[in-house]
């Protein structure tokens, strides 16, 4: 069974970046037919789509974010990373990484991670 863990910090200041790494096992992000993403839910707000790594190593953004998201990918450890610069206090939400197969349907989640952006 694929299982999936986000880490990274709970807590970036204004204007930094925020970080979180994606660490899948269980399934492979390379050999195995599926699009590696990151999603988001902003509180009282519903989940928006950041953008994903496929099994291939290509990468799709949310147009409204692609100018300040990195998602990239560490095969040697099954991880995947999403970098998202210059936040601000509207980028406070909950995180989760998923999978995504190629029917668009999110079969597999990460518990999710609270990231707070605040001075």
């Known amino acids: 069974q694929v299982r999936q863990q986000e880490s990274g910090p709970g807590l970036v200041k204004p204007s930094q970046t925020l970080s979180l790494t994606c660490t899948v096992s269980?399934?492979?992000?390379?050999?195995?037919?599926?699009?590696w993403s990151w999603i988001r839910q902003p509180p009282g707000k519903g989940l928006e789509w950041i953008g994903y790594?496929?099994?291939?190593?290509?990468?799709r953004y949310s147009p409204s974010l692609k100018s300040r998201t990195s998602i990239s990918r560490d095969t040697s450890k099954n991880q995947f990373t999403l970098q998202l610069r210059s936040v601000t206090p509207e980028d406070t939400a909950v995180y989760y990484c998923a999978r995504a197969s190629v029917t668009g349907e999110y079969n597999y989640w990460g518990q999710g991670t609270q990231v707070t952006v605040s001075s």
């Open positions: 269980g399934g492979s992000i390379t050999t195995d037919i599926y699009y």
């Open positions: 790594i496929a099994f291939s190593g290509s990468t």
